[in-house]
């Protein structure tokens, strides 16, 4: 089984500021998944394919990464950004989420 | 737009089986791939399983013996049964469509498994 660590556990940023949190894969998968999760909502599906923004994701998003190495970046913070984010390998099953990193605004 | 709903009990009993359906709208499950998760509380999230376009399964094998996911073509509706739950099966179960990675997912249901 693939486990996926991500990093950090927890955060504060402060609107306007640069945000990069990062997923990595305990083997080489072919690419990364993130999905935002905001209270009792369901996950919402933000980057596919390690860096394709998903329909109607704001272009502040972006994912990168290859390997076991992956990273999601918001180029500039928002309120409505705070939420908990998921990277999610579908390479082998069974599929792994990571523990996920909660986003808080400062 | 496709749209999903799960449905089913709330609370179940250790032992007994939990049974939930995904009701599917907007879209054919004879399409594509439809997926079962889970969320716990704290917030791990596990895949469960899916079942296929033309009925194939495939379990995360820490469920293989607990887990069947079935559907039914005419209602466009597909089922989860895990069966001897314990207290560690308390989650948010969520459906979801599987196109090579989850896009529309069900808004989910929470199952408390107590006596």
């Known amino acids: 089984e693939i486990v996926l660590t991500q990093s950090p556990t927890t955060m504060a940023a402060s609107p306007g500021e640069k945000v990069t949190l990062t997923c990595l894969a305990s083997?080489?998968?072919?690419?990364m998944y993130w999905y935002q999760q905001k209270s009792s909502a369901s996950p919402k599906l933000l980057i596919y394919y390690t860096s394709i923004l998903a329909s109607g994701v704001p272009d502040r998003f972006s994912g990168s990464g290859s390997g076991t190495s992956y990273s999601l970046t918001i180029s500039s913070m928002e309120a409505e950004d705070a939420a908990i984010y998921y990277c999610l390998q579908l390479t082998s099953t069974p599929y792994t989420f990571g523990a996920g990193t909660k986003l808080e605004l400062k | 737009e496709v749209q999903l709903q799960e449905s089913g009990p709330g609370l179940v009993k250790p032992s007994q089986s939990l049974s939930l359906t995904c009701s599917v709208t907007g879209y054919s499950i004879t399409s594509n791939y439809w997926g079962w998760i889970r969320k716990f509380p704290g917030n791990k999230m596990e895949w469960m399983g899916y079942?296929?376009?033309?009925?194939?399964?495939s379990y995360n094998p820490s469920l293989k013996s607990r887990i069947s996911i079935t559907r039914d073509t005419s209602k466009n509706q597909f089922f989860l049964q895990l069966n001897s739950v314990t207290t560690e099966d308390t989650a948010t179960y969520y459906c979801?469509?599987?196109?090579?990675?989850?896009?529309?997912w069900g808004p989910g249901t929470m199952v408390t498994v107590s006596s």
């Open positions: 979801a469509r599987y196109l090579g990675y989850f896009d529309f």
């Open positions: 079942i296929s376009y033309s009925g194939s399964t």
């Open positions: 083997s080489s998968v072919n690419y």
